[in-house]
């Protein structure tokens, strides 16, 4: 199973970026998807999950309204698009599908994992 994450860059505050993850595993489409985030030496914190059929979606406080968390099937592919980027969204994003096609923020659900993606934003 291969997760690859994409999309990672240098972006000012305000700037957007949009992450992908492409997805080798053959239960993909049955499958919730999710996104989190990790500062070096802090946790790895939820960011937001989408259902397997993409019917539902779910956000930490903390991207409401400025992420959008959406997936592909047909291309075995999840997105994370982040708009209004500010400093405290610099992190390592790693995508990460789970054992359920519920959405989800527990990590522990969420059993493959891709290799992360940096994004830094400047202020």
């Known amino acids: 199973v291969q997760l690859q994450a994409s999309g990672g860059g240098l972006v000012q505050t305000g700037g957007s970026l949009r992450l992908s993850c492409a997805d080798s595993e053959r239960t993909f489409s049955s499958s919730a998807m999710g996104w989190f985030r990790q500062v070096p030496g802090k946790e790895r914190n939820f960011v937001a999950s989408?259902?397997?059929?993409?019917?539902?979606?779910s956000y930490a406080d903390s991207v409401k309204g400025r992420f959008t968390i959406s997936r592909d099937n047909a291309q075995n592919t999840v997105y994370l698009q982040m708009n209004s980027l500010k400093p405290e969204d610099t992190a390592v994003y790693y995508c990460a599908q789970s054992n359920s096609g519920h959405v989800s923020g527990r990590r522990y659900e969420y059993v493959y994992w891709g290799q992360g993606t940096l994004v830094t934003v400047s202020s």
């Open positions: 989408i259902s397997w059929d993409g019917g539902r979606t």
